[in-house]
């Protein structure tokens, strides 16, 4: 009617996860540099426990970028410990 054809808006991805700065918490900044395989095995599965409630927590408060890192971390120390 007004000469008018919809088309699809084409844009690039950005990454957003450096803008915004660093909110890291310490907690947060020790577990990246946590060397696995410096842990005991009956505590590496205690430690992997606290993560899984601290990631179900992070779940729950709709942070889900938090608990998708919690995740990795958990699947990573795993991983490494061949549990």
């Known amino acids: 009617k007004h000469g008018i054809t919809p088309e699809t808006i084409v844009k690039a991805v950005k990454d957003i996860s450096h803008f915004g700065g660093s909110r890291k918490t310490k907690d947060e900044k020790k577990r990246r540099h946590l060397d696995p395989k410096k842990i005991p095995p009956d505590e590496a599965k205690r ?5 899984e409630v601290k990631m179900d927590l992070a779940s729950q408060n709709m942070e889900f970028e938090k608990a998708a890192e919690m995740r990795d971390e958990i699947d990573a ?4 410990l061949g549990l």
């Open 47 to 51: 430690f992997i426990a606290s993560l």
């Open 77 to 80: 120390i795993r991983e490494e």
